[in-house]
Each structure stands twice: as C-alpha cells, then as structure tokens.
C-alpha cells in the first residue's frame, strides 16, 4: 500500500471512497462527501496534508475472496513541502483517504485564533476496512502535521479508535468543542510545536457548519 498527497485525478476517486465509507440507509449520499469538496474549495485547505492511501491489488482487481490481512503502508512524499506527484506506472485505486484542515482555538472574546488542525473525514473503502488502512492513514497526517510545525490536531471521534495514535479528550487540555454535546468525544493529539498555553474555543472550518 502507497499513502501519498492527493493530486487532481484522486478527486473523483475520493468522493466515491467517501460516499461508501459513510453511506447510511435511506440517505442518497452522505453529507461527508461534499463535506470534503467543499473543504477542498475553502481557504481552511492545505494541500499537503490532504492523504491518500492506494494499492496495487485493487488496480488488479485482487479484491474478490481474499482474505482480510494487515496491510504495509510505505508513505511518499511531502513531509518537507515537496511538491505532489504520482510515481510512475499504475498504483491502484484510491482505497482510503484523510484530511486535515485549518481551525482554530480562541482564548476569548476579542482575541484571534490560534491556527490548528481538524481531522477528517477519514475514510476507507468497505472492502478494506479492518485492514490497517485507516491506522496508516491517520500515522501519515499526524506525521505531515508535525513535519509542517503545527501545533495540535483536534477530531471528533471514537475514543476506542483515537486513543492509540495518542489522542486525549480535548477538556484535558483546555480546549472546548463548538458545541457541548460533543465532549465525550472530542480529542486533542499535541504535536512537537504544542504550547501548552494553546487553550480556548475550537472551531471547525466554515464548510464544517453546513453538515
């Protein structure tokens, strides 16, 4: 498995992965999947930290019967800035992809916001779920994100999930959820250019508002 930045012929591929990740019954597409096209269309993107994960049994179409394994992921590309690009020859099809965008945390009324990171959507392809996918994933941006000097990433999210790649409950550092109800599940993973005095009011990117 190859994780690597998204690039232009990924969008299509994402939006499908997306949509089968998150599909619930009765819903036509889930509101995940323009969530990131319309991210992708904000100021609150960076590109480097927009992931996918591709692999080359998908592109041979090795996907029938075989029996769930854990999955090598090799990450290329862009911890240092470097430009996206995609290797040479076929990779396979998009099977998962992650994203973090720009928020922030606001110490009060009055006062700018700290620029941080929100996390998601994450999402892997069905019939790789349970694979290591999703796990390489999340490494990968955390990594990017600490490459970068961000200070912190915020998601909302299984504590169950999130806690083995480090995240707390987000109270613990000071830092509340746009709306309360979110708290048992709202987490925080510091970064190396975490500052402790990095407390406040988080908030999403704006596109976030209209799921």
Known sequence: ML?????PADVAEIRAVTAAAFARQGEDV?????????LRASTAWLPALSLVAVHPDSFRGGLGGSSPRATSAFYRGGLGGSSPRASSGPEGD???HVLCTRATVTPGTGTPGAPVLGLGPLSVRPDWQRRGVGSALVHAVLGSADALGEPLVVLLGSTEYYSRFGFRLAGEYGITPQRPEWAPHFQVRTLAAYDPVLRGAF????????T
Request: proline share 12%; net charge negative.
């Open 203 to 210: 908030a999403y990117a704006e596109p976030f508002d209209r």
């Open 94 to 96: 998009v099977i998962g």
């Open 30 to 38: 889930p509101v995940e999947s323009p969530l990131v096209d319309w």
């Open 3 to 7: 994780i690597r930045r998204e690039t």
